[in-house]
């Protein structure tokens, strides 16, 4: 299972426990994964822990079905509201261009 925005890995921690294989880790902030990292250091010495993999959502840098499930749990408030500043800025850019 991929473990979308994982935090500190609280929730793919649980995971573990209650039967899931295997999990990879995925967050933007490196100091969280930090966090994760010692939190969980002993299933990544056992290798139920695939990877801590640093990286910007929406995309998701693995090949497609490389997982049997993604989690994402309170992170796509995160995404969708960077999308629309990001769209709201790109559009107050383009007014700003064409204003001037
Ligand atoms: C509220 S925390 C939730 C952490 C974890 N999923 C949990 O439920 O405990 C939100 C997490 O999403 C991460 N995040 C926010 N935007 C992200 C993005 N675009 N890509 C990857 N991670 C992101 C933050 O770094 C933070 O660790």
């Known amino acids: 299972?991929?473990?979308?925005?994982?935090?500190?890995?609280?929730?793919?921690?649980?995971?573990l426990q209650y039967g899931c294989g295997y999990v990879t880790l995925l967050d933007a902030s490196p100091g969280m994964l930090e966090k994760a990292r010692e939190k969980m250091a002993q299933q990544i010495q056992s290798g139920r822990v695939k990877e801590v993999i640093e990286a910007k959502l929406p995309a998701i840098p693995y090949p497609?079905?490389?997982?049997?499930?993604?989690?994402f749990n309170l992170v796509l408030v995160y995404i969708i509201l960077s999308c629309v500043v990001m769209n709201f800025c790109n559009e107050?850019?383009?007014?700003?261009?064409?204003?001037?």
């Open 1 to 15: 299972m991929l473990d979308a925005g994982c935090g500190t890995g609280n929730y793919a921690a649980e995971l």
């Open 64 to 71: 497609d079905q490389t997982f049997d499930a993604v989690m």
């Open 92 to 100: 107050y850019a383009c007014s700003m261009l064409y204003t001037n």
